[in-house]
């Protein structure tokens, strides 16, 4: 009996220890530490840091720091959310810190700004919106644009629920209707009349380097309604079209018949590069569609949905 009370006195005696222990008071922190120590961000990305502090005892401590960040690329909030800022010029990688104090105590770790993803055309990611180009000197409006040709409906009608003077994300995907050798391209350019942008308007080509792209790849979604087959194209700011990157869709990239179904594509940009003569350093459409070759008849349209553009960097 009496090996029983010992047992239960040992035990409560061990609460209680465990109860001081935990109920311990902590101290002031004497030293603070960012997790995770480093990190790689691409521009326009977003990444969370977080701060652990310590007493004199190596018990935590809850705190909240200030948070700045030490270089131009970037920003944080009072949460610790780091923003890489999708302006960050090439080249890349870019280096900045991000720095944490609180009173007398810091701590800085490195971030590496990396090559962001390229989203030329997408409604499924909105946090990517048109690549802007820079203002011009009379500060026209310049954006990356879609534009059909010819600019007779005719020949290639988008559909109704764009505004074809700007196109906005939160639909779904984008309806392309050909009925002769038109097409649609994706384009860096500026537009030299605001009021009547590609409506018959003119435009500036703007050439743009993407030659950090070259180990990467092109990805988009892809449905054709129809059983005609139609191009996909690269084009360089250089007006020869010997030298653009020019494949049937299903014929030459899938091998495959025109089906009615969704396809994602992936296509790896070292292999187009052999046809471009200038290695991507001077790309005025990073994307475009048409039905060149294909014959002008209206009763052969071409009907395709398209999604989800995007120029992704090599990892």
Not at 96 to 106: D, E, P, Q, R
Not at 160 to 172: C, H, I, K, S, V
Not at 279 to 296: E, K, M, Q, R, W
Request: proline share 7%; net charge negative; glycine share 6%.
């Amino acid at each position: 009996m009496r090996a029983k009370y010992v047992s239960i006195l040992i035990s409560i005696l061990f609460l209680i220890s465990c109860s001081k222990e935990i109920m311990t008071p902590t101290g002031e922190p004497v030293k603070i530490q960012i997790s995770p120590q480093s990190a790689s961000v691409r521009a326009g990305e977003t990444k969370r840091f977080t701060v652990y502090a310590y007493d004199k005892n190596n018990n935590f401590v809850n705190i909240t720091p200030q948070w700045s960040v030490e270089g131009d690329y970037g920003i944080i909030n009072s949460a610790g959310i780091f923003y890489a800022l999708p302006e960050t010029p090439a080249p890349f990688p870019k280096t900045v810190y991000v720095v944490a104090k609180y009173g007398n105590l810091t701590d800085k770790v490195s971030v590496k700004i990396l090559l962001p993803v390229l989203g030329v055309f997408t409604e499924s990611y909105p946090e990517l919106h048109y690549d802007r180009c820079p203002l011009s000197a009379t500060n026209d409006h310049k954006a990356v644009i879609m534009m059909r040709w010819p600019p007779s409906p005719i020949c290639c009608e988008l559909s109704a629920t764009y505004n074809p003077d700007e196109y906005t994300e939160g639909t779904r995907g984008l309806k392309i209707e050909i009925t002769g050798d038109g097409g649609m391209a994706i384009k860096f350019a500026v537009f030299i009349n605001c009021e009547t942008k590609w409506k018959g308007g003119t435009y500036d080509n703007l050439g743009r380097d993407l030659s950090a792209y070259s180990n990467g790849k092109i990805t988009f979604d892809v449905k054709c309604e129809t059983a005609n087959d139609f191009f996909i194209k690269i084009e360089e700011n250089d007006n020869i079209d010997t030298d653009d990157y020019n494949k049937k869709f299903f014929e030459d990239i899938l091998g495959i018949d025109p089906d009615n179904q969704w396809h994602h594509c992936e296509i790896p940009l070292n292999d187009i590069i052999p046809s471009l003569a200038n290695g991507l350093t001077n790309i005025s459409v990073p994307f475009g569609l048409h039905g060149a070759n294909l014959g002008a008849s209206s009763s052969n349209p071409i009907i395709v949905y398209l999604d989800n553009v995007l120029w992704v960097p090599a990892e």
